[in-house]
């Protein structure tokens, strides 16, 4: 009994055909849903209530350290008594020093509130 060698490729060749047509659909469904998140709808990391702790832990602590106390960048305890909220922002947004600009990415405000209240 004489077997065909080259059906095994054309059948792999068939299923893989079959599976990107499959997956360019599905890719094509879920891209209407992503549309709709970055144009602001769905429900997003950013609908969920802002944590400056968390965000701190995240972004800030491997400079500043986990007490706040200072490791490569300056110490963040009494922040708010050297400079006002509105300063704090502005570093945020900005940068300062060997700190790089857009740290908080949008919760500025946020985040500078918060750093005032460390003591």
């Not at 350290?65 to 708010?80: D, I, M, T």
Request: charged fraction near 25%.
């Amino acid at each position: 009994m004489n077997r065909n060698p080259i059906m095994p490729f054309v059948l792999i060749m068939v299923l893989g055909i079959g599976l990107m047509f499959l997956l360019s659909f599905k890719g094509l469904g879920d891209s209407k849903e992503l549309a709709e998140e970055s144009k602001g709808g769905g429900k997003t990391e950013e609908t969920a209530e802002f944590n400056p702790e968390q965000l701190y832990q995240q972004s800030c602590a491997g400079c500043h350290g986990n007490q706040y106390e200072g490791v490569s960048g300056p110490a963040l305890k009494g922040v708010g008594d050297k400079y006002s909220k509105d300063e704090i922002k502005d570093i945020l947004i900005n940068g300062k020093g060997s700190m790089p600009p857009g740290m908080a990415a949008g919760k500025e405000a946020e985040m500078a509130e918060w750093l005032t209240t460390l003591k």
